[in-house]
């Protein structure tokens, strides 16, 4: 039985659970788990850049087909400028200061909605998860509302509170939300059953059990629930911004479109590309962190 809680619970916690094993099986046991728990920051960098580098093989390879065509003239300037185009326009907003100012307003609103969305959805999965009555009270109703498209609820939100922040704002919590949410439920549904039993048998308490068995059990669905619904958020950000706002990389875009300036509007795009990305590669290095001591996970 210890042995079906250790491929969850964290080493520390199987170790309470192994009475048998005696005072140099705990010892070994121990030195196991705090080597498993060695972390250094430099390896979350390192985590993050092997990541970036390997994967951005193929579009610097788009890019440099991309610029030979446009340089043979095969590419129309008007619809489809070069990367040095684009880079010439990168660098004129980046000098005026104008990029970092809607860039800091677009993370700032996209970093507040996943806080506010995320937040509830962890809560409700748990609740949803650990109480069958409470599923069947509320997991309906946030099921029918997690199939309404962003695009049918956003009218409806800039109706109710305008072209303000607010509106902005609960625009990326609507989208925030639900994959956290599912993915929390899941991941505590998944948890087996017979973990409980050794839980009951070491008279965990209620707390103990959520915090030393359902968290750790459920954590790898949690943490995919993280990773789409800062990407959700990401996307969310854009459809708040290109609807109606006054700055942000949304609004920039939106801006060089009545403008006719493509470059710019290629300039927007990346930059929503590589912040996605970079976040998610992020997350991906906090993932090899907060589960490195499970012996299944090959991240």
């Known amino acids: 039985m210890s042995n079906s809680i250790e491929a969850i619970v964290p080493p520390q916690v199987a170790t309470e659970a192994d009475h048998g094993t005696g005072p140099a099986g705990q010892e070994r046991a121990v030195r196991s ?9 430099s390896k979350l960098v390192a ?42 326009a990168f660098w ?27 937040a509830a959805g962890l809560l409700l999965g748990l609740l949803n998860g650990m ?72 008279g965990f308490s209620p707390l103990k059990r959520l915090i030393k068995l359902i968290i750790p059990a459920s954590l790898p669905d949690i943490l995919i629930g993280m990773r789409i619904s800062l990407a959700v958020s990401w996307i969310g950000l854009v459809v708040a911004e290109l609807i109606g706002s006054r700055s942000g990389i949304g609004f920039l875009i939106n801006e060089a479109k009545q403008n006719s ?26 993932e090899s962190r907060w589960l490195n001591w499970r012996d299944s996970y090959k991240g």
């Open 261 to 286: 300036e493509t470059s710019i509007i290629f300039v927007g795009i990346i930059i929503f590309a590589v912040i996605g990305k970079l976040i998610d590669s992020f997350m991906k290095g906090f």
């Open 92 to 118: 004129t907003l980046v000098t005026s200061g104008n990029l970092l100012h809607h860039l800091l307003v677009s993370m700032g609103r996209a970093g507040l909605g996943f806080l506010i969305g995320g």
């Open 131 to 202: 109480f069958r009555k409470a599923q069947y009270l509320l997991d309906p109703s946030i099921q029918a509302l997690r199939l309404v498209p962003h695009l049918a609820i956003a009218p409806l939100i800039i109706l109710w509170f305008g072209f303000g922040e607010t509106s902005k704002i609960a625009i990326i919590v609507t989208g925030s939300f639900f994959p956290l949410y599912i993915n929390t439920f899941l991941g505590i549904r998944n948890v087996d059953n017979k973990l409980f039993e050794v839980a009951s048998i070491l």
């Open 33 to 41: 788990g705090a080597a498993r728990h060695k972390w250094r920051p």
């Open 47 to 88: 985590v993050v850049l092997k990541d970036i580098a390997i994967g951005a093989a193929i579009p610097v390879i788009l890019l440099i087909l991309w610029q030979i065509a446009a340089s043979a003239g095969y590419i129309s300037p008007t619809f489809m400028p070069s990367p040095g185009s684009i880079l010439q």
